[in-house]
């Protein structure tokens, strides 16, 4: 089976999936077939609808090598991104998102987490949320979470 319909197949698995956020489906693995890791994963969320923000994610590494990068304008006609992904073997470090120019820097979730590392067969991502403050001023909010992906 070619990468890509083996990445298309696990991305969509992952939609259907989300839903049971932090849950683990009987028998799920983070492994394919082939053995190799399953993807972090990365989804988009436009907060207030009437709203509408150019937006880039950018996650790097330690030594701030570039290992995901996305740019989106969420709207009403666009509200999320949730198939995003990128190899779990690259350790991510740091998530930058930009909004409308407005630079927000965080950490990738690790250990400080509550819910974090995920245990076993789960899968670390991270949704960010494009959210406005009182005075209308773009912000973030980032959580961390577990998912499945069941062995097929």
């Given at each position: 089976?070619?990468?890509?319909?083996r990445?298309?197949?696990?991305a969509?698995?992952?939609?259907?999936?989300?839903?049971?956020?932090?849950?683990?489906?009987?028998g799920?693995s983070?492994?394919?077939?082939?053995?190799?890791?399953a993807?972090?994963?990365?989804?988009?969320?436009?907060?207030?609808?009437e709203?509408?923000?150019?937006?880039?994610?950018?996650?790097?590494?330690?030594?701030?090598?570039?290992?995901?990068?996305?740019?989106y304008?969420?709207?009403?006609?666009?509200?999320?991104?949730?198939?995003?992904?990128?190899?779990?073997?690259?350790?991510?470090?740091?998530?930058?998102?930009?909004?409308?120019?407005?630079?927000?820097?965080?950490?990738?979730?690790?250990?400080?987490?509550?819910?974090?590392?995920?245990?076993?067969?789960?899968?670390?991502?991270?949704?960010?949320?494009?959210?406005?403050?009182r005075?209308?001023s773009p912000?973030?909010?980032?959580?961390?979470?577990?998912?499945?992906?069941?062995?097929?």
């Amino acid at each position: 089976m070619p990468s890509i319909s083996r990445r298309a197949l696990l991305a969509g698995t992952g939609a259907v999936l989300a839903p049971l956020g932090g849950c683990t489906a009987p028998g799920s693995s983070s492994k394919q077939s082939t053995g190799e890791s399953a993807p972090h994963w990365v989804k988009t969320y436009l907060g207030d609808r009437e709203e509408s923000h150019r937006v880039t994610v950018t996650i790097t590494n330690e030594g701030g090598d570039v290992l995901f990068e996305k740019r989106y304008r969420l709207s009403d006609g666009n509200e999320a991104d949730e198939d995003a992904t990128f190899p779990a073997s690259t350790d991510p470090e740091t998530v930058v998102v930009a909004v409308d120019g407005a630079r927000f820097e965080r950490d990738w979730p690790g250990v400080a987490q509550p819910a974090l590392p995920c245990d076993g067969p789960n899968e670390t991502g991270i949704e960010i949320h494009v959210e406005n403050d009182r005075d209308g001023s773009p912000g973030v909010r980032l959580e961390a979470d577990c998912q499945s992906i069941a062995e097929g």
